[in-house]
Nanobody
Framework: QVTLVESGGGLVQPGGSLELSCVAT????????MGWYRQAPGKERELVAG???????NYADSVKGRFAISRDNAKNTVYLHMNSLKPEDGGVYYC???????????????WGQGTQVTVSS
């Protein structure tokens, strides 16, 4: 069984920093694009950042220059470094993998359970 386990959320003051982590567990051979999404109350889930297995990245315009996504392929882990946080960055952050392969075959669109980020003074 493959699961994505997020950690690192919490309460932070505006202007502060947080680092989120997401590890993919299970008998995994390869992982495609890993990404972070967020969902604020009453809003749709949106892409925050994504990173391919070859380390190409993309970001939502609202976080460019403040957030950085990275991954460690050997550890099946993706990180989101968040700086200069604003109240509007708050929400539940979800880890996603678009495709991964296991001994049972490929899996698509795998999601973590989410971690809460609150930016408030």
């Amino acid at each position: 069984q493959v699961t994505l386990v997020e950690s690192g959320g919490g309460l932070v003051q505006p202007g502060g920093s947080l680092e989120l982590s997401c590890v993919a567990t299970g008998s995994i051979f390869t992982i495609g694009v890993m990404g972070w999404y967020r969902q604020a109350p009453g809003k749709e889930r949106e892409l925050v950042a994504g990173i391919t297995s070859s380390m190409s990245t993309n970001y939502a315009d609202s976080v460019k220059g403040r957030f950085a996504i990275s991954r460690d392929n050997a550890k099946n882990t993706v990180y989101l470094h968040m700086n200069s946080l604003k109240p509007e960055d708050g929400g539940v952050y979800y880890c996603n993998v678009d495709r991964l392969t296991t001994w049972r075959g490929p899996l698509y669109d795998v999601w973590g359970q989410g971690t809460q980020v609150t930016v408030s003074s």
